[in-house]
């Protein structure tokens, strides 16, 4: 009070009272504001904690979900494929312990039967694990023989493998902790989560979480516990170190100060704690502590069947709390003694003071009240932000979902029309073939003019669905354009003799005319050339009432590496006007609707083959006048082969209207090389006692090599390690022992045979995309589709036995598929036939040896399906397949493949149906084969057959 008096004795005491008031109020507003200021940064910082918490607990939660999700993969990649080896295990678990942290380990646990133990040891030192021993793991940490019990759960595989290779073989099954827990997975049909303290590769004793998934065989999951149990093919282990866990989920939020609290719900179990404060502390909570935090997030986190209780709690520092105060302060301070200076040197100049302090007093309060504008529009901004940003969140993951439901409906619709194509021509087969029974039946003329009609309908439906299947092939981009060499003349002969029949049937003129300056030998596809070929002159056919249809093919330009062939089809038929022109070549599309319901039809053939001319590097393009005719016309961009030098057009034969076709080269192949086939000795391979015989007759008879023959890999091996053999011919499915694991013995450098690098041709039934590739990386050479070609079989063994003496021959290929011909008779006796160069004794063997071993087949598949036994199903139809091909029963044949595939599903209901109408075609075609057996014909009355 005297330092106040002292300095402001000049001044009255009302004005002393004016000073002393205004010191007051202006410390009053500071501190007011400062307070104001503190609140709302302490508010925003709240705000920012219990964002930073929840943060965390998503990173944990997403971390967990990842080794959820990697355990389905595995359990994908194991259903996809009946084997996995160590190497694709290795492949595709590697990257994914690379991405996904926390795994310590993750191993592969057969299930293993007591009665298996020994051979799945044999058969693990076999693979590569020499010293693989089936034991159990002491709580001492020690491994010891396996004790015998009803099954064991040995460690497999273990990656990653360095650090980790002691552990195979250990059986986990023998710790009661991860017994339950196998038990409880399969039981469930979940994944189990167990933490475990002192367990293999653990002697630290920190928690460890084992994350179990079962496997079942052939990827099927029974619906009972007792069906999981029986076809339990295994389980997934996955260690996790759940300290690790913590640590990565904290470690990414390196400026927050992080505390992490896991507990077991269901056994109050504490799972780990971490902080980024402090480190690694004790798992009790210091209530002072979690009192004093800014922001805590309690949550729920699902480990397999496992509960956790997450508490995450966050302590953010207000960082910019003490300098908006000291700020606020200051600025108050100074504000204040300014005015009381102010008053107190200008008391004099009263009015201009009060007038100056009522100015600057507006300015402060418009000042304040722009600043808390402004924060409240960064709240609402804030705010704005973390919605859209949810809502962002909200789309990613609708955007995820909604494409892999695409990308299930994709899949989803590949797999309906491949099995509806399949249904639809099993019996669309039985339709037609029928119908030409009943057509060989006495009839009225109006009854034959029925049965036509339905044959004829039946075809066009065939010719349907070929069509639907190629155009799906396109809209999905998977229409491929195979790379073959082929002799052009032959392509388009092959093309005109299917051709020819249609044009007599209508009495029309036909031509077919090959230029002279056209290469011989093109390599491209050459079964995709003809498609085309075959869909524009059949539409000219079609379309055509009188007069001609005309093929010609022609040069239209050349390199010294490709050529341009041009190829046209030109008809005499109703033509196009040119204001229809631009509907061709659309989906679904027809020039007229009233010559549609004339002549039917879809408009895929043209899209469809557009679409395979594009792909081959052409155009296609039509010219046309209506009533008068029309010439359609495409060009192909094709190489040129390598036989062009070594097949001079002197070497082939000159056929009507400027064809060639390219003379055979078995008979070249058979004299020039007679010798060394004679010092060539075959091993052959094969379970069927039918295509032994045919195999066997080819290699001896036909092409002069000496052969031997065996039926499974296991009696092969023994064959290779008692005899000397130049080459093998290795059949895939066979019983103890099947081609692949034959061919992989025998490549072993351990196995007994002589000779590890042997030439190995596969021959199987099996003839869909992805079986040649399969046969290759299992160390197979070559490989040769069933039903036997002679000549494709002759050149893949000239291929793989390479003789100078028997120089460079050329066979024309010529395909014995006969799995979708709509054959009027159960068998097309004139394939057969061919597929045996002709001989009728041979042919007459292979009869009565299917006539003897049919019954047979047919009683174990009746057997089988009483019992409900689909493996014995799928081999015995396997089996059926290969004599099926030889005789060319394409009814038969389809049926079979269709039980094959169903008893392969496991679907028992569809292998009733299938094996009661294998049932029914077997024995129709057993009466045809006895009635040809007592009445056979020879090839000079089949011939005039075939002419009438």
């Not at 299930?408 to 119908?435: C, D, Q, V």
């Not at 999905?476 to 249609?502: H, P, T």
């Amino acid at each position: 009070m005297y330092f106040w008096r002292k300095h402001n004795s000049s001044c009255s005491g009302g004005q002393r009272a004016v000073l002393l008031v205004t010191v007051l109020l202006g410390a009053a507003i500071t501190y007011a504001f400062s307070c104001s200021q503190m609140r709302l940064e302490q508010q925003k910082t709240e705000a920012q904690s219990l964002q930073d918490a929840t943060a965390v607990v998503e990173t944990l939660r997403s971390l967990f979900r990842d080794k959820e999700h990697l355990l389905e993969m595995i359990r994908g990649l194991y259903s996809s494929s009946s084997y996995v080896s160590r190497d694709e295990f290795s492949t595709f678990v590697t990257p994914m312990l690379e991405r996904t942290p926390g795994i310590t380990s993750i191993q592969w646990l057969p299930r293993v039967k007591s009665a298996e133990k020994a051979k799945y040891e044999i058969d693990a030192r076999r693979d590569g694990m020499e010293r693989f021993v089936i034991c159990d793991y002491t709580p001492g940490g020690k491994m010891l023989p396996a004790k015998s019990r009803d099954v064991y759960y040995p460690v497999y595989y273990a990656e990653p493998y360095k650090g980790n290779e002691d552990l195979l073989g250990v059986d986990l099954y023998s710790m009661p902790i991860m017994q339950q827990a196998m038990d409880q997975a399969v039981g469930k049909d979940n994944i189990v989560s167990v933490v475990g303290k002192g367990c293999v590769r653990n002697p630290s004793g920190r928690s460890v979480l084992y994350m179990i998934m079962p496997l079942y065989k052939s990827g099927e999951v029974n619906f009972t516990v007792s069906g999981r149990k029986e076809n339990v093919a295994g389980c997934v282990v996955m260690a996790v170190d759940v300290d690790s866990i913590l640590n990565v989920a904290v470690s990414r939020f390196p400026n927050v100060n992080v505390t992490v609290d896991v507990m077991d719900k269901s056994t109050d179990q504490s799972m780990g704690r971490f902080s980024n404060a402090g480190g690694e502390s004790n798992h009790k909570r210091d209530e002072s502590q979690l009192a004093a935090s800014t922001s805590e997030r309690i949550d729920f986190l699902q480990v397999g069947d496992k509960t956790w209780v997450v508490a995450c709690r966050v302590n953010n520092a207000a960082s910019g709390l003490l300098a908006v105060v000291s700020g606020t302060l200051f600025v108050g301070l100074i504000f204040t003694c300014l005015l009381t200076w102010l008053l107190r040197n200008g008391f004099r100049r009263t009015t201009l003071v009060r007038a100056l302090v009522g100015e600057r007093t507006a300015e402060l309060t418009q000042e304040i009240a722009e600043r808390e504008q402004a924060e409240e529009l960064l709240i609402a901004s804030k705010e704005e932000t973390d919605r859209v940003n949810d809502e962002l969140g909200e789309a990613i993951t609708l955007a995820q979902e909604m494409t892999k439901h695409a990308e299930k409906a994709s899949k989803a619709k590949g797999e309906f029309l491949a099995s509806m194509s399949h249904e639809i021509r099993t019996p669309m087969n039985g339709i037609i073939g029928m119908t030409g029974f009943l057509l060989d039946t006495d009839m009225t003329d109006e009854q034959k003019d029925y049965a036509r009609t339905v044959r004829i309908c039946g075809d066009q439906l065939l010719t349907l669905v070929n069509d639907i299947l190629d155009f799906s092939k396109i809209e999905a981009g998977k229409l491929d354009i195979e790379m073959l060499d082929f002799d052009l003349c032959v392509a388009v002969e092959e093309a005109s003799d299917i051709l020819r029949v249609k044009v007599q049937d209508k009495d029309l003129q036909f031509s077919c005319v090959v230029a002279p300056e056209c290469p011989v030998w093109l390599r491209g596809d050459p079964g995709r050339l003809r498609q085309v070929l075959l869909n524009l002159a059949n539409n000219a056919v079609k379309f055509t009432e009188t007069g001609e249809v005309a093929i010609s093919v022609t040069l239209d330009s050349e390199t010294t590496e490709k050529a341009i062939i041009r190829c046209a089809v030109r008809d005499t038929g109703i033509g196009i006007s040119s204001g229809q022109m631009d509907r061709l070549f659309k989906s679904f599309s027809q020039v007229d609707s009233s010559t549609t319901r004339k002549y039917g039809g879809t408009g895929l053939g043209l899209v469809i083959s557009k679409q395979i001319v594009e792909l081959m590097g052409g155009r296609i393009g039509v010219e046309s006048q209506q009533g008068v005719g029309s010439t359609f016309w495409f060009t192909v961009v094709l190489d040129k082969s390598s036989r062009q030098l070594g097949s001079p057009r002197s070497d082939a034969v000159k056929a009507p209207g400027g064809r060639q076709k390219p003379s055979s080269a078995l008979g070249t192949r058979q004299s020039t090389g007679e010798a060394a086939s004679r010092r060539t000795r075959i091993l052959l391979a094969e379970d069927n006692i039918i295509n032994q015989k045919v195999a066997l007759r080819m290699l001896e008879t036909k092409l002069g090599y000496r052969a031997d023959a065996v039926a499974n890999g296991m009696e092969a091996i023994e064959s290779l390690a008692r005899q000397e053999y130049d080459l093998v011919l290795m059949d895939c499915h066979m019983p103890e022992m099947d081609g692949y694991e034959a061919t992989r013995t025998i490549r072993d450098p351990n196995s007994p045979v002589s000779n590890h690098n042997i030439p190995i041709i596969a021959m199987t039934a099996n003839a869909m995309k992805g079986d040649r590739e399969e046969c290759l990386a299992v160390g197979m050479d070559d490989y040769v589709p069933k039903p036997i070609d002679l000549r494709k079989l002759a050149d893949a063994i000239e291929r793989n036995l390479p003789d100078p003496s028997q120089g460079d021959t050329v066979a024309n290929e010529q395909s014995c598929d006969h799995t979708d011909t709509g054959l009027e008779s159960p068998y097309d006796r004139q394939a057969a036939l061919a597929c045996v160069d002709g001989d009728e004794d041979m042919f007459g063997e292979l009869v009565a040896i299917f006539l003897a071993d049919a019954p047979g087949v047919l009683g174990r598949i009746d057997r089988a399906v009483s019992r409900g036994e689909a493996g014995v199903i799928a081999e015995a139809a396997h089996a059926l397949k290969g004599s099926l091909g030889i005789l060319a029963a394409a009814s038969a044949l389809g049926i079979a493949q269709t039980l094959e595939t169903h008893a392969r599903t496991g679907d028992m209901r569809s292998v009733q149906d299938a094996s009661r109408m294998l049932r029914l075609e077997i024995r129709r075609l057993m009466s045809a084969l006895t009635g040809s057996q007592l009445q056979p014909r020879t090839k000079s009355s089949s011939a005039m057959e075939t002419a009438q």
